[in-house]
């Protein structure tokens, strides 16, 4: 089944869930042809309010009532003359009592609050609003009620009441809260309370950096700090923006500023040196380490300095200088909250030099040093790497299987057996090789290294038969629970019947927390409702959550059922669009956005990388200037088809980079390009699996593995006909050029 087969069969069953959901909860009934209240309803849902009103109002003329039948009726006619800014007649079609609705009275007085605001009547307004708040305590509405309410006091500079409302409006996740910190410090500017304004602005400078709102804030900051010195924590904050969003100019003009007054701190110094450090003047900044690190004398700077020491000369290309004060900043500090990462570095620096018995001697004492320290298994790992770098493999086996003994997670375990599988190849034992990789592929989903040892154990016609399989019983044992439990979903279908998808989100939103004590069945039918609102991003989490509690430790046939909804292919219109727009793989869009966001297109990370993609502002600025493309606002990155378009650009430019290689697109794609090409420098390789455990950032080294895996099963499902290129049956894989000992690389 190629992708249109594929989409076309998803788009039939969730058409066939959605109309059983409709039926059971509206009726049954045909339309007949050229019936009013049924065309009216074609141009409801179109969006065609003036049309759709008309069309309802014959309908109510005839000889029979569909009001009987359809009690929401009345409803949609007051939504419908909302809509067509009739306001008035809006407002009394609310609160009819025809139009009541029990589960929807909320809404009801909702839009009869909107109405009398859109009639200009604000005092009548207010009270409706606040009193909407008493009746409805528990209303997904309440948030967007609070948010008109709030703007409306802004407007009427009624100040103490803004400000109570838009720091209530702080505690919504769903917030746009860079442009709520905007507006309260336009209030503290407004009544003249500097104290508040410093306090919303410093804020909003640390969490929101690349906000719109940020470069008004720290207008406002430089006004008031235009005589006087910032406090220590805060000249760090402002620094930190400035530095984030590039403003180095900016930050020359606030030292400046600083000095004039007299301000000549240590931390004023310190983040002298510390920008040079940042806008890449490694030499300038490694002299002033030198220079001035005696005139310190707190310990936190000296630690600061000695760093930096350390990774100017990394930075300048001086590695053996460079291990030398990593080795003495450790020694230096030795319970410093760095001191294990030092040791981790210092080793891979070592194995850059091919200095690997110096290496070892590293990972020996980080081990040893610091045994609860979170790379104490990947120090583990590496030992035994080492061993296969100098082509030692007999060694590196030994380790490994010795290491394999006490390996109680089945990552790790998987992660052993297929490197010792990986010795046996470059021995040129196939048999051993084959035996070693297929005790791991009976569980192809488990992680990189199952699906990867299945996949290198079948030919090309053993992989289609089992995608073939796997399609079908993906997609013809098909499993819904959703009727099962309409009658709790009653509500948020009847939302979206008369006020659409927007508002029917908000209502899945709130029931989410019944997922946390709820059976998983139940959990099933909430993803499936929020898959049909295209609450994309929390429709995969419910499906993760059914996964991880109920499914993880199970054999991967127990849990096929749930396959197409662990690796969905939401947003399939854009990411087809932009795939054959520049040429690469949808497969490898969806396994970036599936690894980067979970699907959850309004994202922000504590990177500040937004969207679907994770893309961070400066790349999207320059991928934007490189389209054509004026990105004014940085929330943009938050629409879906622009995030992806900019996304899947980024990547078919790394790929263009790093000639299809998919493994160096995505370290690049997560790490930079400058750190990749530096890598590769020191790492000439043309194996792929050795090129990515070699990566300096366990935090690189997992998400490549991830999405790796990702983009190997949506190739596989999207494609069930063609393996991918990158894993090719053996043996052609494993026929490379061999390993020379005496180069002591790979060539």
Not at 111 to 120: E, G, P, Q, Y
Not at 206 to 226: D, N, Q, T, V, W
Not at 389 to 401: I, K, P
């Amino acid at each position: 089944m190629g992708l249109q087969g594929f989409r076309a069969h998803f788009s039939v069953i969730y058409l066939a869930i959605a109309m059983l959901a409709v039926d059971l909860i509206f009726g049954n009934q045909q339309p007949p042809g050229n019936d009013p209240y049924f065309e009216g309803i074609r141009s409801y849902e179109a969006g065609q309010y003036e049309q759709a009103l008309q069309l309802f109002r014959e309908a109510l003329k005839g000889k029979s009532d569909p009001a009987l039948r359809y009690p929401q009726l009345h409803l949609k006619i007051a939504y419908c003359l909302f809509r067509t800014e009739r306001y008035e007649e809006a407002a009394a079609a609310f609160q009819s009592d025809s139009a009541r609705i029990d589960q929807l009275s909320d809404y009801a007085d909702f839009f009869t609050a909107r109405s009398r605001l859109a009639l200009r009547d604000t005092s009548t307004a207010l009270r409706e609003f606040n009193r909407f708040k008493e009746l409805y305590p528990q209303s997904p509405l309440i948030m967007a009620a609070d948010s008109i309410v709030a703007n409306l006091h802004f407007d009427q500079k009624a100040w103490p009441a803004a400000i109570a409302y838009y720091q209530q409006l702080l505690r919504y996740v769903e917030m746009d809260k860079g442009e709520i910190y905007g507006k309260l410090i336009h209030v503290a500017g407004a009544t003249r309370n500097n104290k508040m304004l410093q306090e919303h602005a410093f804020e909003l400078l640390r969490k929101y950096p690349f906000h719109p709102r940020s470069a008004e804030a720290y207008g406002e900051l430089s006004r008031i700090y235009a005589q006087r010195l910032y406090p220590q924590s805060k000249l760090r904050t402002v620094f930190d923006y400035l530095s984030q969003t590039k403003q180095f100019e900016e930050i020359d003009r606030l030292f400046e500023a600083q000095q004039r007054i007299g301000g000549q701190p240590p931390l004023l110094r310190w983040l002298k040196i510390r920008k040079l450090y940042l806008e890449e003047s490694y030499q300038a900044a490694l002299q002033a380490c030198q220079e001035q690190r005696n005139s310190f004398k707190g310990s936190d700077y000296l630690r600061e300095i000695d760093l930096h020491i350390a990774r100017c000369y990394l930075r300048l290309g001086f590695t053996e200088k460079a291990i030398e004060e990593y080795d003495a900043f450790q020694k230096r500090y030795p319970n410093d909250a760095l001191a294990g990462e030092v040791l981790w570095v210092i080793a891979w620096l070592c194995e850059e030099r091919e200095n690997i018995d110096q290496a070892r001697d590293y990972y020996k004492r980080l081990v040893v040093q610091y045994p609860r320290y979170e790379f104490v298994p990947e120090a583990h790992f590496r030992f035994g790497l080492s061993f296969y770098r100098q082509g030692d493999f007999q060694s590196a086996r030994v380790y490994w299987s010795s290491a394999l003994e006490d390996a109680k997670d089945p990552f790790w375990a998987s992660r052993y057996k297929y490197w010792i599988a990986k010795t046996w190849s470059r021995e040129n034992d196939s048999a051993a090789y084959l035996a070693q990789l297929r005790e791991i592929s009976p569980e192809p989903f488990g992680n990189y290294y199952n699906l990867k040892a299945f996949l290198l154990t079948k030919d090309g016609q053993q992989i289609r038969q089992f995608v073939d399989s796997l399609v079908w019983e993906v997609h013809y044992k098909q499993v819904s629970y959703l009727p099962r439990y309409l009658d709790v979903f009653r509500r948020p279908l009847l939302v979206q019947d008369i006020f659409g998808e927007q508002y029917a989100r908000s209502e899945l939103n709130r029931m989410a927390g019944e997922a946390k004590t709820a059976g998983w069945e139940m959990v099933f039918a909430m993803g499936e409702m929020n898959e049909r609102m295209q609450n994309f991003g929390r429709a995969y989490r419910l499906y993760r959550k059914i996964y991880d509690e109920n499914f993880s430790q199970k054999d991967w046939q127990a849990w096929i059922f749930l396959f197409k909804y662990l690796y969905p292919l939401y947003f399939n219109g854009e990411v087809n669009q932009y795939a054959r727009r520049w040429n690469i793989t949808p497969a490898s869009i969806w396994a970036i956005i599936k690894k980067e966001s979970a699907f959850e297109p309004y994202i922000t990370s504590y990177a500040n990388a937004y969207g679907l993609m994770q893309i961070i502002p400066p790349t999207a600025n320059r991928l934007s200037g490189s389209l054509g493309v004026d990105l004014k606002d940085v929330r943009r990155l938050f629409d879906p088809n622009f995030n992806i378009f900019l996304g899947s650009y980024y990547l078919s430019e790394l790929l263009k980079r790093y000639e299809g290689n998919l493994y160096y697109a995505l370290a690049a794609y997560n790490a930079g390009e400058h750190r990749v090409d530096r890598w590769r420098k020191a790492l000439n390789t043309e194996d792929d699996d050795f090129f990515m455990e070699n990566i300096e950032f366990e935090q690189t080294r997992s998400y490549v593995r991830g999405v790796m895996m990702f983009y190997w099963t949506y190739h596989l499902l999207i494609h069930p006909y063609k393996v991918p290129e990158d894993l090719v049956p053996f043996p052609e894989k494993v026929a490379r050029e061999p390993w020379l000992p005496e180069a002591g690389r790979f060539k």
